[in-house]
């Protein structure tokens, strides 16, 4: 299968600063690279479809302007969390896909607390 | 609008014994469909994925597909320990989606030794 990473795999921040998140395939290229956010004991919840060389497209109720997201690479997706508050506090997981059915591999995640 | 509906559970089973999961959906043009495995603060983690009717088989998990009845479960034979964890069933809806996946809630499973 395919491996895809995150950086970091944990971060705690104060409440307005912002924080990047970044999404790697390793051994693949990703021009689709996708990003959910998990609450505690909840289901995923896609946010929005990341393209390389074009821009992304947002889930409905996603706030484009606060999730900022680059895909420069065809190895590279950041998601960047802009004016963190603590609600946004969440476990966020990358995705892309590879195959012949663009079977989606998750990267190991990021845990985000902002204080 | 697309949905993938999963019991929440929890399922519990004794060790040793046969587990089943089930998942529907209701996009009848969906043609791929998938199973992932969610330790408890951890990604999902694929265990396999299904695209005509019938059985496939991966060790000790088999995935059934009937598009007829719009259904696709997962069984793990001789459970164990190890494979108590929330399930997700995920489908491919037609492709003007493109390759998003819609998501079920998951079932959380637990294997009592």
């Known amino acids: 299968g395919a491996v895809v990473s995150q950086h970091p795999s944990r971060v705690i921040c104060k409440s307005g600063t912002s924080v990047k998140i970044e999404c790697r395939s390793l051994?693949?290229?990703?021009?689709?690279m996708f990003w959910y956010r998990q609450f505690p004991k909840q289901s995923l919840m896609l946010m929005a479809t990341s393209n390389e060389g074009s821009k992304a497209t947002y889930e409905q109720g996603v706030e484009k302007d606060k999730f900022l997201i680059n895909h420069a690479s065809l190895t590279l997706s950041t998601l960047t969390v802009t004016s963190a508050h603590p609600e946004d506090s969440s476990f966020y997981i990358c995705s892309a896909p590879w195959g012949t059915q663009e079977t989606q591999y998750f990267g190991p995640g990021t845990r985000l607390l902002v204080l | 609008q697309k949905e993938v509906e999963q019991n929440s559970g929890p399922l519990s089973v004794p060790e040793g014994a046969i587990a089943s999961l089930n998942c529907t959906y209701s996009?009848?043009?969906?043609?791929?469909f998938f199973w992932y495995r969610q330790y408890s603060g951890k990604s999902p983690e694929l265990i396999m994925f299904i695209y005509s009717n019938g059985d496939k088989e991966d060790g000790r998990f088999t995935a059934q597909l009937n598009k007829a009845s719009q259904y696709v479960s997962l069984l793990i034979r001789d459970s164990q320990p190890s494979d108590s964890a929330t399930y997700l069933c995920?489908?491919?809806?037609?492709?003007?989606?493109?390759?998003?996946?819609?998501f079920g809630a998951g079932t959380i499973l637990r294997v009592k030794s």
């Open positions: 995920a489908v491919r809806p037609i492709m003007e989606y493109g390759n998003k996946l819609v």
């Open positions: 051994d693949f290229q990703a021009t689709t």
């Open positions: 996009d009848r043009g969906s043609q791929s």
